[in-house]
């Protein structure tokens, strides 16, 4: 039953943590970018390795550490959900509590890496960039404030802070600040981040409005979070699109926006159906869409690291 703590076995772990495939593919990327697209501002020395490889453990635990943050904060809307009661099972079993003060010592160690990153290369930014990552996803989660209840703020806040700033975090870790190109590229990250956001809420209907959480789909209906959703992934693909073209050419720009391009026709593709009310289901969403998402997250990758 959840509420009832016991032992935390290698699945209950992945659950909480959202660590089904294809995500964590996802958060390796989110959390590398930032050193990715700072390599050609390193110099011939190339990037330095060890605030690379601190800055990159450190988003990695500030991605997935909210994540099992909102897990547990979520369990009660989870758990009368038909399709997400097996994230209420997952933070029952390890307990509501445990759960809670697992993620936060894991939001705790990301940020003292950040820090460590200061004194030892000079390198200041990334604990400013880290502490905002988790004031965003606490407010997103927790009351009085609870972002997640306040329509498209929660979105932009949850989006932002789980793509955008690692982005930064990292960039900042071995360079000075990234140029207008970079910037537009995280920007677009960030924007499809949070269009997805708002995507991903869809399912969520029914279990949001018996628990008065006003997620964009509450707030504005289906048929218009949806159209909310493909106009934000829109914007995504073009800034993303605008700062690939403008700092590696057409070709590698149109490699790094394929996948996105992909997916937004398929959202796009779901207006009618959930127009007649006809919602998507969140297994097929993880199963059968997020991959092309994912493949997205690769193709840039390969662009950073190959352009």
């Known amino acids: 039953m959840p509420g009832l703590a016991g032992r935390m076995s290698a699945a209950d772990f992945a659950v909480l943590h959202r660590l089904q495939f294809p995500l964590p593919v996802n958060y390796v990327c989110y959390a590398s970018w930032g050193c990715l697209f700072a390599a050609p501002a390193a110099g011939p020395a190339g990037l330095p390795a060890g605030p690379a490889v601190l800055a990159v453990v450190a988003n990695l635990l500030l991605i997935v550490a909210p994540l099992a943050f909102n897990v547990a904060v979520d369990m009660p809307t989870d758990s009368h959900h038909r399709e997400k009661g097996y994230l209420a099972d997952a933070a029952g079993r390890v307990g509501r509590g445990r759960a809670l003060a697992w993620a936060n010592a894991e939001m705790a160690a990301g940020v003292a890496l950040t820090v460590v990153i200061g004194p030892a290369w000079g390198h200041w930014w990334p604990s400013a960039f880290a502490a905002a990552t988790v004031a965003a996803q606490l407010l997103y989660n927790v009351e009085p404030v609870r972002l ?9 806040a949850f989006g932002v802070a789980s793509v955008g700033l690692p982005c930064l975090l990292a960039f900042t870790a071995v360079a ?7 910037w537009l590229v ?9 269009g997805r956001t708002v995507w991903w809420a869809l399912p969520d209907l029914a279990a949001d409005t018996a628990d008065g959480i006003g997620t964009p789909t509450v707030r504005y209906g289906p048929a218009r979070a949806l159209l909310l959703a493909c106009g934000l992934l829109l914007a995504g693909v073009v800034l993303l699109g605008w700062g690939l073209w403008w700092r590696y050419g057409l070709a590698w720009c149109l490699l790094g ?10 959202v796009w593709s779901r207006l009618p159906g959930v127009r007649r009310g006809e919602l998507p289901d969140a297994k ?22 190959a352009a």
């Open 284 to 305: 097929g969403m993880l199963k059968r869409t997020m991959p092309v998402v994912t493949l997205g997250e690769v193709l840039i990758t390969v662009v950073a690291l």
């Open 257 to 266: 926006i394929a996948a996105h391009a992909v997916f937004l026709g398929m």
């Open 186 to 194: 995280f920007a677009g990250a960030a924007v499809l981040s949070v």
């Open 148 to 156: 997640k209840k306040r329509a498209l703020a929660g979105s932009v």
């Open 176 to 182: 000075a600040w990234p140029e207008p190109a970079v």
